[in-house]
């Protein structure tokens, strides 16, 4: 089945330290998002990918960085310099790009601080 | 400033008693809204777009309905298997800029 994969399901990350979050679709979709989820707030978008090879800041990008060498995998990493990393992060896709056609979601990955 | 509000922030209905969710919006230059469905610890489902007041959309024992300000997510008899979070999120075109904005959600639950 077609779909989004997001690994781990759960994350803990010491003080200092840069942690990689995966997304993996096989959707064949061009477009790829990173959201933060936080209780009481809406979706916040940290970075967006149209295509391989480019990919733009969202609304929070500060203390995050990508990369999008293939045209399936869109990992996020939480660099020490994010401050406030514990959320529930949600990786997206879609056929077209941003921001236009529904998201396809994963599952998510739960970010803790120790 | 663009803004997207949903109300009631959370909502027990018993099984079977209809309602509604109310999603408001102030944008400039709407172009499309929709409403997903996430349950806890998962991501969100798509579930409608709406693009011009008036236009309704329907799925199982919901329905979706669309004003110039504001959409409502019908829910007709519901079961506890409807019990989830509805998300509801606008896409708009501000200054030559597209962007989606997401409301906080309506948290839903359905006892028997």
């Known amino acids: 089945d077609g779909g989004i994969t997001q690994s781990p399901k759960y994350l803990f990350r010491k003080e200092g330290q840069n942690v990689t979050l995966s997304c993996e679709q096989n959707?064949?979709?061009?477009?790829m998002y990173w959201y933060r989820q936080d209780p009481g707030q809406g979706l916040r978008l940290i970075y967006y990918?149209?295509?391989?090879?480019?990919?733009q800041k969202g609304d929070i990008a500060e203390g995050y960085s990508v990369s999008r060498e293939k045209k399936e995998s869109f990992p996020l990493t939480v660099t020490s310099a994010q401050k406030n990393p514990t959320a529930f992060y949600l990786c997206?896709?879609?056929?077209?790009?941003?921001?236009?056609?529904?998201?396809?979601f994963g599952s998510g990955t739960q970010l803790s601080v120790l | 400033e663009d803004q997207v509000t949903q109300s009631p922030e959370a909502l027990r209905l018993q099984e079977g008693e209809s309602s509604s969710l109310n999603c408001s919006y102030t944008?400039?230059?709407?172009?499309?809204l929709f409403w997903y469905r996430q349950d806890p610890g998962k991501g969100p489902e798509f579930l409608f777009t709406?693009?011009?007041a008036g236009e309704e959309k329907e799925k199982e024992r919901l329905k979706a309905t669309l004003t110039k300000k504001e959409s409502f997510l019908h829910i007709t008899a519901p079961k506890p298997e409807d019990s989830a979070t509805y998300l509801c999120?606008?896409?708009?075109?501000?200054?030559?800029?597209?962007?989606?904005?997401f409301g906080t959600g309506t948290r839903l639950q359905v006892f028997p």
């Open positions: 959707l064949n979709h061009d477009a």
């Open positions: 944008v400039s230059g709407l172009r499309g």
């Open positions: 997206a896709s879609s056929i077209g790009g941003f921001p236009n056609e529904k998201l396809f």
């Open positions: 990918s149209q295509i391989v090879n480019d990919f």
């Open positions: 999120a606008v896409q708009a075109n501000s200054g030559n800029t597209d962007k989606l904005i």
């Open positions: 709406l693009y011009s």
